[in-house]
T-cell receptor
Framework: DGGITQSPKYLFRKEGQNVTLSCEQN?????MYWYRQDPGQGLRLIYY???????QKGDIAEGYSVSREKKESFPLTVTSAQKNPTAFYLC?????????????FGPGTRLTVT | AQSVTQPDIHITVSEGASLELRCNYS??????LFWYVQSPGQGLQLLLK??????LVQGIKGFEAEFKRSQSSFNLRKPSVHWSDAAEYFC???????????????FGKGTKLSVIP
């Protein structure tokens, strides 16, 4: 089945450690995205990538880094510089469909930093 | 600045009752509008979208939404709610077109729907 895979579903880290969240898609979508979700805040864009080896900062990129070495993969690293890393992280990819781009979301990774 | 407002943080309805979730946007050009649904601890699923044409759009799971340019609204409706509809619902609008295969969505803060049996 085609889709977006995020692993792990739950992740625990100590403060001061970097951590990398995985996102893989087999939908053959060109564009991929990372969002952060906090209770009552909706979704906020961290980074997005239109093509391999290219990515742009979103609204809240500070303390995060990404890479896009393969079309299928868009890992997100939460660095120790991120002041409040505990959140639910969602990966998405998009495709042109019926006159508009549609975003499809993965199941998410809940990161807890103590 | 462009924005999306969902005025209701939490709505409770009885099973079988009708539902309307409100969404207002602030955007200068013709918007692309979306409604997504999220079950607890899960990703988002696209319910429906509007970008042009008929202002009443049909989606999955029996949902529909109506685009009203004069009111800058894109409200989500369902005639009869089922217990399985309990979830959080997000309205979203395109913020900027940034090239082929990509665009940026701005999300509202969500409306949590509870369903009473």
């Amino acid at each position: 089945d085609g889709g977006i895979t995020q692993s792990p579903k739950y992740l625990f880290r100590k403060e001061g450690q970097n951590v990398t969240l995985s996102c893989e898609q087999n939908l053959n979508h060109d564009a991929m995205y990372w969002y952060r979700q906090d209770p009552g805040q909706g979704l906020r864009l961290i980074y997005y990538s239109q093509i391999v080896n290219d990515f742009q900062k979103g609204d809240i990129a500070e303390g995060y880094s990404v890479s896009r070495e393969k079309k299928e993969s868009f890992p997100l690293t939460v660095t120790s510089a991120q002041k409040n890393p505990t959140a639910f992280y969602l990966c998405a990819s998009s495709i042109w469909a019926g006159g508009v781009y549609e975003q499809y979301f993965g199941p998410g990774t809940r990161l807890t930093v103590t | 600045a462009q924005s999306v407002t969902q005025p209701d943080i939490h709505i409770t309805v009885s099973e079988g009752a009708s539902l309307e979730l409100r969404c207002n946007y602030s955007y200068g050009a013709t918007p692309y509008l979306f409604w997504y649904v999220q079950s607890p601890g899960q990703g988002l699923q696209l319910l429906l979208k509007y970008f042009s044409g008929d202002t009443l759009v049909q989606g999955i799971k029996g949902f529909e939404a109506e685009f009203k340019r004069s009111q800058s609204s894109f409200n989500l409706r369902k005639p009869s709610v089922h217990w399985s509809d309990a979830a959080e619902y997000f309205c979203a609008v395109v913020l900027a077109y940034s090239g082929a295969g990509s665009y940026q969505l701005t999300f509202g803060k969500g409306t949590k729907l509870s369903v009473i049996p």
